[in-house]
């Protein structure tokens, strides 16, 4: 067996209280206090997460591009530099290996960020990929660190840590889904407009020896703004809320893009010949068996990953994700249904061990931040 992973903020975490659970094959903090604390400092203030449990996998030479548009599923070569996009890595038979981001550094310099757990594989799956190509592949997962600041006053925090003005105005004008490298508390940073939450939010890539540092120095700066240490449990129902989907619930090696409805996320128009490109143009044009919805609770009790969703006694779907909102005051959930019952309003039952209770097919994303 192998031996659970820590990251360099392990001891950080631990002095904070937290509790910890194996995600991924790392030791993660899952919360510090109370889980609902956390989330509605997300919502109202900010909170700080450690996600170095991610995979950084560095793509560079005159070939990257084509060597990525070979490997995954988007077309990442017409990126401009500094953009950030999401993509899917496949198999042979067109299903998700694993969803991640692709940041473009430069012309010739990707960075792309698979999910923990499936880091190893994916690092591993570029490198073969991209075998031929005039492109070296660098899986820098084992000495790079990531932590992300989420929330309505997490540009204040990270423009806090700016020792300049150009560089405050620099945080301040980044986009979403963009990069920039930039220095954050004397600190050489990766700075990405991005995250998991459906608020405004940053994540800050450093090198493992400035983890410490970066934490500390967020922490520091956060302290007038109300930021929050938080954990995985905070970020699961905050991805929720956001009809964010999660790898190993609502995505997963027996699923393509078309039945998660990320068919948009695929490009037939670029050239390259893809992995999973053939299987893919097999099924074009033709309706899943099941589509990925969203669900709204009527009563009050939740239902969790698992449970069969039912019309007319008949089982029609299963939930991937679900929960009580802390946000929207009702249970939400994520799963798929049969097509037939997928519309928008359709009345549902959701076996709850035993009991059927109602739920209503609403549109995603349950939670949207204001503008």
Known sequence: MTDIKHTELHEKHAELGASFTDFGGWDMPLKYGSELAEHKAVRSTAGLFDLSHMGEVWLTGPEAGVALNTALAGNLAVMKVGKAK????????????????????GEERFLVVPNAGNAPVVAAKLAERAAGFNVVVDDASARTSLIAVQGPNAEAIVSALAADEQTVNAVKELNYYAAIEVVLGGIEVLLARTGYTGEDGFELIIANEDATAIWDKTVEAGKDHELVPCGLASRDSLRLEAGMPLYGNELSVDRTPFDAGFGPVVSFKKTENFVGREALEALRGQTPARKLVGLKGLGKRAGRGGY???KDGETIGEITSGQPSPSLGYPVALGYVDVAFSEVGTELD?????????????????????K
Not at 86 to 105: C, H, P
Not at 354 to 361: A, D, I, N
């Open 350 to 370: 959701v076996d709850l061990r035993g009991k059927t209770l109602p739920f209503v097919v609403v549109e995603l994303p349950f939670y949207t931040r204001a």
């Open 86 to 105: 999401y993509s899917l890595i496949l198999n042979e038979d067109g299903k998700i290996i694993d969803d991640l981001i692709v940041y473009r550094l």
């Open 308 to 310: 069969a969703i039912v």
